[in-house]
């Protein structure tokens, strides 16, 4: 498979660089070719979105929607053949994989149904004979950019809400989930989603990114990835006083206390781990758990790690597989090499196949750092966990809150009062009892406090706001 830009309606292939994308499961099978834009792709997109704003702007919503359920029949028609490109391009364990395709099929009908729900209210106006009411309008020409660790799910939670809102898109995802992107953007374009309304381009972010947000007539951008590019593209758009909404990393925890339910608290805090081989946005990797259980929770943990079916991505009883490349593998292995050399390694999972044969790392589960370490403070993104004991309920909610990032949060305790001090008292955006950090409903607000987030928030009815813009209208008919 090779990956195309989709621009105004055209398949075009970048005749500039390439790169081949290696099975990340195993790397001496290529999966496809990625075709990298340039600057001048980005602009012909831009135009391409400009050119076609007017029209679908117009449709009526119920119209926008019926094509978005057009892509989310198409989507599920084709589930399993978008599960096996994502898997075997970014590793992502094919069990996981389909569900994430689903969950795109949930959000495209989510927001198509939108299409016949209330976009305004009417509000009492302070004349006689005024009809005052509000309504939605499009922002316009939107960027979209993405991350590859859910190559499915975080644009469809993008684009859906934008087109359903009347906007046009230049979509730009990233580099690892770029074949992905093609293939979901064929079944946009199969469906019959009209020429210029998503456009794709594909390309490295450091190269087109700039002309993205800088030269192209942007009305709006949503980012999802890292906080340090985040801020670059939180920058720029400030700079041009467009919308934008940043998404972005977070280092989140896990509070066990000492009347948690053992065996619950530990599948939820070894899957929020190390499903994904820990490369969610809401992964947990600080476990900080009430001391007088301290042990009790490693044995229980230990017992539960062995069982972890650790394995190619395309292996239907992969617990985890491996991470999605060779630069990923490298970044993660630094934190890994560090993790050996200065913890004591409470325990790790053992990979039912040979390491080498694909971008592996073994799970790992270390303690005996303090707070300040750069494994508790870094976003590692990786199947790497750091355990920290807390004498109390307080010591831990301390611990939870101190670093800069604030995407989720989740305690384990029978005690409702502390629950409903942890949800008062996390700052995070997204916080729970007796759930994993990781896992979002697309029917829920979902964004992150902090250096997380722009303090926006995305689906849900959120993402609606996010890509419109609201009008007060009067009519004076005395
Ligand atoms: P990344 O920041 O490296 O890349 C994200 C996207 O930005 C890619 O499409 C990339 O090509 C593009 N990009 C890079 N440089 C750019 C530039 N100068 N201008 C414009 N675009 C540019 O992140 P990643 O490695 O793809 O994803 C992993 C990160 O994403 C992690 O930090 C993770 O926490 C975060 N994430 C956050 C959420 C959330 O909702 N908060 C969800 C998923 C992932």
Not at 28 to 47: I, K, M, N, P
Not at 151 to 178: F, Q, Y
Not at 204 to 229: P, Q
Not at 454 to 463: F, K, L, M
Request: hydrophobic share 40%; aromatic share 6%; glycine share 8%.
């Amino acid at each position: 498979m090779n990956t195309q830009n989709l621009i105004g309606g055209e398949w075009i292939t970048p005749n500039g660089e390439q790169m081949t994308i290696q099975n990340p499961s195993d790397v001496t099978l290529d999966v496809g070719v990625v075709h990298f834009s340039r600057d001048t792709d980005v602009l012909q997109a831009g135009e391409a979105a400009k050119q076609a704003l007017a029209n679908w702007a117009a449709m009526t919503p119920g119209a926008r929607g019926n094509i978005l359920y057009r892509i989310a029949t198409m989507l599920e028609e084709q589930l399993e053949d978008v599960a096996h490109i994502s898997s075997m391009e970014m590793g992502k364990p094919i069990s996981e994989m389909k569900g994430e395709v689903m969950r795109g099929v949930h959000l495209l009908r989510y927001y198509a149904a939108e299409g016949v729900r209330a976009t305004g209210s009417v509000i009492p106006a302070s004349q006689e004979h005024v009809l005052q009411y509000t309504k939605r309008v499009p922002l316009g020409v939107v960027g979209i950019i993405t991350p590859w660790n859910f190559p499915i799910a975080i644009p469809i939670w993008k684009i859906a809400p934008a087109l359903i809102n009347g906007n046009t898109i230049v979509w730009k995802p990233a580099e690892i989930a770029s074949l992905s992107a093609t293939r979901l953007t064929r079944i946009f374009v199969d469906a019959g989603l009209p020429a210029g309304v998503l456009n794709l381009v594909v390309g490295r972010g450091s190269i087109i990114g700039n002309a993205l947000l800088e030269k192209v007539h942007l009305d709006g951008v949503s980012f999802t990835g890292s906080t340090a590019t985040g801020m670059h593209v939180a920058s720029l758009a400030a700079k041009r006083n467009i919308k934008y909404q940043t998404e972005m990393g977070g280092k989140n925890a896990a509070v066990v206390l000492k009347d948690a339910d053992l065996q619950l608290t530990v599948q939820a805090v070894l899957s929020g781990a190390f499903r994904s081989a820990g490369q969610k946005c809401t992964a947990t990797s600080r476990v900080i758990v009430e001391k007088s259980i301290y042990n009790q929770f490693i044995d229980a943990l230990r017992k539960e790690m062995a069982l972890m079916h650790i394995s190619s991505a395309l292996d239907p009883k992969s617990y985890l597989g491996p991470v999605a490349s060779a630069f990923q593998h490298e970044k993660v292995m630094h934190y890994v090499d560090m993790a050996r050399t200065n913890t004591e390694i409470v325990t790790e999972g053992k990979l039912q196949i040979e390491a080498s044969s694909g971008h592996y790392v073994t799970p790992l589960v270390v303690s005996g750092v303090t707070v300040d370490d750069p494994l508790v403070q870094e976003e590692i993104f990786g199947p790497l966990m750091v355990l920290l004991p807390a004498d109390n309920f307080d010591e831990a909610l301390e611990l939870c809150n101190r670093t800069v990032y604030g995407l989720s949060a989740s305690i384990f305790t029978n005690d409702i009062q502390k629950g409903l001090r942890f949800l008062d008292e996390a700052q995070v955006g997204m916080v729970r009892v007796n759930q994993e950090t990781a896992g979002v409903e697309y029917q829920s607000p979902f964004g992150g406090m902090k250096m997380s987030s722009s303090h926006t928030r995305e689906q849900g009815q959120a993402a609606l706001d996010f890509y419109s813009q609201t009008k007060t209208c009067a009519v004076y008919y005395g």
